[in-house]
C-alpha cells in the first residue's frame, strides 16, 4: 500500500506564495505519475498539475504560469510551488499518486487546506 502525507497549506494573502509537499511511502513504484488536484467548496474537484516520474509535467489552464509542481524521487516527494496567489485559489488540495497498466495503482492523500484571504 501507499501512503500520502499533504503539508504546507495554510492562510496566504492575495498576491502571496505557498509551497505545498507531499510525501509517498509504502510500495511505491518508481514510475509513477504523481500530481496536485483541488476541491473548493461546492465546486468539483479539478486537476491543478501532473507530474511523469520522467518530469513530464502538464498544469490546469487557471494555474498556468502561477504553479510550479516537481519532484525529487529520491525522497519520494511531489511538490506545488504555488505564487500570485488569488483568493480563487482557495482549496483543499489533495496529492494524488497513479499508475496505468497492469500495475494500476491510484491513491490520494486526505488533503491540505489553503486558504488566499486578506
Known amino acids: 500500500q501507499v501512503q500520502l502525507v499533504e503539508s504546507g497549506g495554510g492562510l496566504v494573502q492575495p498576491g502571496g506564495s505557498l509551497r505545498l509537499s507531499c510525501a509517498a511511502s509504502?510500495?511505491?513504484?518508481?514510475?509513477?505519475?504523481m500530481g496536485w488536484y483541488r476541491q473548493a467548496p461546492g465546486k468539483e474537484r479539478e486537476l491543478v498539475a501532473t507530474i511523469t516520474s520522467g518530469g513530464s509535467t502538464k498544469y490546469g489552464d487557471s494555474v498556468k504560469g502561477r504553479f510550479t509542481i516537481s519532484r525529487d524521487n529520491a525522497k519520494n516527494t511531489v511538490y506545488l510551488q504555488m505564487n500570485s496567489l488569488k483568493p480563487e485559489d482557495a482549496a483543499v488540495y489533495y496529492c494524488?499518486?497513479?499508475?496505468?497498466?497492469?500495475?494500476?495503482?491510484?491513491?490520494w492523500g486526505k488533503g491540505t487546506l489553503v486558504t488566499v484571504s486578506s
Open positions: 494524488n499518486l497513479w499508475r496505468t497498466g497492469v500495475l494500476f495503482m491510484d491513491y
Open positions: 509504502g510500495s511505491i513504484l518508481s514510475s509513477s505519475s
